[in-house]
Nanobody, 116 residues
Protein backbone atom coordinates (compact mmCIF):
# COMPACT_ATOMS: atom_id res chain seq x y z
CA UNK A 1 0.00 0.00 0.00
CA UNK A 2 1.22 3.46 -0.87
CA UNK A 3 1.57 6.02 1.92
CA UNK A 4 0.56 9.55 1.00
CA UNK A 5 1.62 12.35 3.36
CA UNK A 6 0.01 15.76 2.96
CA UNK A 7 1.20 19.07 4.35
CA UNK A 8 0.58 22.77 3.91
CA UNK A 9 -2.92 23.21 5.26
CA UNK A 10 -3.85 25.86 7.78
CA UNK A 11 -5.85 28.99 8.52
CA UNK A 12 -5.82 31.78 5.97
CA UNK A 13 -7.83 34.94 5.40
CA UNK A 14 -10.10 35.30 2.36
CA UNK A 15 -8.02 36.27 -0.66
CA UNK A 16 -4.96 34.55 0.73
CA UNK A 17 -2.93 31.65 -0.62
CA UNK A 18 -1.78 28.23 0.49
CA UNK A 19 0.27 25.50 -1.13
CA UNK A 20 -0.49 21.89 -0.34
CA UNK A 21 2.05 19.13 -0.85
CA UNK A 22 1.63 15.36 -1.02
CA UNK A 23 4.56 12.99 -0.99
CA UNK A 24 4.17 9.34 -2.04
CA UNK A 25 6.10 6.45 -0.55
CA UNK A 26 6.18 4.77 -3.96
CA UNK A 27 7.91 6.04 -7.06
CA UNK A 28 5.90 7.74 -9.76
CA UNK A 29 6.49 5.25 -12.57
CA UNK A 30 3.18 3.42 -11.97
CA UNK A 31 0.96 6.47 -11.51
CA UNK A 32 -2.10 6.78 -13.70
CA UNK A 33 -3.46 9.85 -11.93
CA UNK A 34 -2.71 11.90 -8.84
CA UNK A 35 -4.61 14.77 -7.39
CA UNK A 36 -6.70 16.39 -4.68
CA UNK A 37 -10.19 15.97 -3.33
CA UNK A 38 -11.88 17.88 -0.52
CA UNK A 39 -14.69 17.33 1.92
CA UNK A 40 -16.49 20.07 3.77
CA UNK A 41 -18.63 19.36 6.87
CA UNK A 42 -21.93 17.80 5.88
CA UNK A 43 -20.93 17.47 2.23
CA UNK A 44 -19.68 14.69 0.00
CA UNK A 45 -16.05 14.42 -0.98
CA UNK A 46 -15.48 16.20 -4.29
CA UNK A 47 -12.75 16.41 -6.87
CA UNK A 48 -10.67 19.58 -6.71
CA UNK A 49 -7.90 18.93 -9.23
CA UNK A 50 -6.29 15.93 -10.84
CA UNK A 51 -3.31 15.36 -13.11
CA UNK A 52 -2.92 12.37 -15.40
CA UNK A 53 0.26 10.65 -16.54
CA UNK A 54 0.20 12.46 -19.88
CA UNK A 55 0.15 15.77 -18.02
CA UNK A 56 -3.43 16.76 -18.74
CA UNK A 57 -5.45 18.11 -15.85
CA UNK A 58 -9.02 18.52 -14.67
CA UNK A 59 -10.32 21.07 -12.19
CA UNK A 60 -13.58 21.62 -10.39
CA UNK A 61 -15.39 24.58 -11.93
CA UNK A 62 -15.35 26.34 -8.57
CA UNK A 63 -11.55 26.47 -8.45
CA UNK A 64 -10.64 27.07 -12.09
CA UNK A 65 -8.41 30.11 -12.45
CA UNK A 66 -7.53 30.07 -8.74
CA UNK A 67 -5.95 26.66 -8.08
CA UNK A 68 -3.08 25.01 -9.94
CA UNK A 69 -1.97 21.40 -9.68
CA UNK A 70 1.60 20.42 -10.43
CA UNK A 71 3.95 17.53 -9.79
CA UNK A 72 7.56 16.60 -9.28
CA UNK A 73 7.96 13.09 -10.66
CA UNK A 74 11.48 12.76 -9.31
CA UNK A 75 10.19 12.99 -5.73
CA UNK A 76 6.70 11.53 -6.35
CA UNK A 77 5.18 14.74 -5.03
CA UNK A 78 2.04 16.53 -6.14
CA UNK A 79 1.25 20.12 -5.25
CA UNK A 80 -1.85 22.25 -5.14
CA UNK A 81 -1.29 26.00 -5.28
CA UNK A 82 -4.42 27.73 -4.01
CA UNK A 83 -4.81 31.45 -4.62
CA UNK A 84 -7.61 33.89 -3.88
CA UNK A 85 -9.05 31.52 -1.31
CA UNK A 86 -12.68 31.88 -0.35
CA UNK A 87 -14.57 30.79 2.77
CA UNK A 88 -16.30 28.11 0.68
CA UNK A 89 -12.91 26.51 0.07
CA UNK A 90 -12.83 25.50 3.74
CA UNK A 91 -12.58 21.71 3.90
CA UNK A 92 -10.32 18.79 4.59
CA UNK A 93 -8.18 18.25 1.52
CA UNK A 94 -7.17 14.71 0.60
CA UNK A 95 -4.39 13.56 -1.66
CA UNK A 96 -5.35 10.82 -4.11
CA UNK A 97 -3.27 8.47 -6.20
CA UNK A 98 -4.36 5.87 -8.74
CA UNK A 99 -1.98 3.27 -10.16
CA UNK A 100 -1.96 2.02 -13.74
CA UNK A 101 -3.62 -1.23 -12.59
CA UNK A 102 -6.43 0.56 -10.75
CA UNK A 103 -5.22 0.54 -7.14
CA UNK A 104 -6.20 3.75 -5.36
CA UNK A 105 -4.83 5.30 -2.19
CA UNK A 106 -5.70 8.31 -0.06
CA UNK A 107 -3.81 10.52 2.31
CA UNK A 108 -4.97 11.27 5.82
CA UNK A 109 -6.18 14.75 4.92
CA UNK A 110 -5.11 18.26 5.77
CA UNK A 111 -7.44 20.96 7.05
CA UNK A 112 -7.79 24.22 5.12
CA UNK A 113 -9.78 26.95 6.82
CA UNK A 114 -10.51 30.26 5.11
CA UNK A 115 -11.82 32.81 7.56
CA UNK A 116 -11.34 36.38 8.64
Amino acid sequence: QVQLVESGGGLVQPGGSLRLSCVSSRSSFSINAMGWYRQAPGKQRELVAIMYTAGNTDYADSVKGRFTISKDSATSTVYLQMNNLKPEDTAVYYCYRREAWGETNWGQGTQVTVSS
